[in-house]
């Protein structure tokens, strides 16, 4: 079982920053691609970025040059640092992690998410 804790979200004018982080805990055994979802209200849940645990990124073109994807294997830890901010970012962001996990019969892949938390940009 994994765990994704997520903190950063907040309120914040259109064109400043923020810096989201989760961290990861549970009985892993190796963590593999993690990403960032968000979901505004009436939408569908969409990509914002990933990362695998090479640290090969990949993010969506709304986001390209504004937003940049990291992780911490030690930590267990994903960031999303999000700079000029646009009011079309407001959305529920979310963790998300593909993982292999000690089982009772052996290593099992799940993926897993974090509860989701709330990024405003006012205009």
């Known amino acids: 079982q994994v765990q994704l804790v997520e903190s950063g979200g907040g309120l914040v004018q259109a064109g400043g920053s923020l810096r989201l982080s989760c961290a990861a805990s549970?009985?892993?055994?190796?963590?593999?691609?993690m990403g960032w979802y968000r979901q505004a209200p009436g939408k569908q849940r969409e990509l914002v970025a990933s990362?695998?645990?090479?640290?090969?990124?990949n993010y969506a073109d709304f986001v390209k040059g504004r937003f940049t994807i990291s992780r911490d294997n030690v930590q267990k830890t994903m960031y999303l640092q999000m700079n000029n901010l646009k009011s079309e970012d407001t959305a529920v962001y979310f963790c998300?992690?593909?993982?292999?996990?000690?089982?009772?019969?052996?290593?099992?892949?799940?993926?897993?998410w974090g509860q989701g938390t709330q990024v405003t940009v006012s205009s």
């Open positions: 998300n992690c593909n993982a292999q996990t000690y089982g009772t019969a052996g290593i099992y892949t799940g993926d897993y």
């Open positions: 990362i695998t645990s090479g640290g090969f990124t």
């Open positions: 549970g009985r892993i055994f190796s963590m593999n691609v």
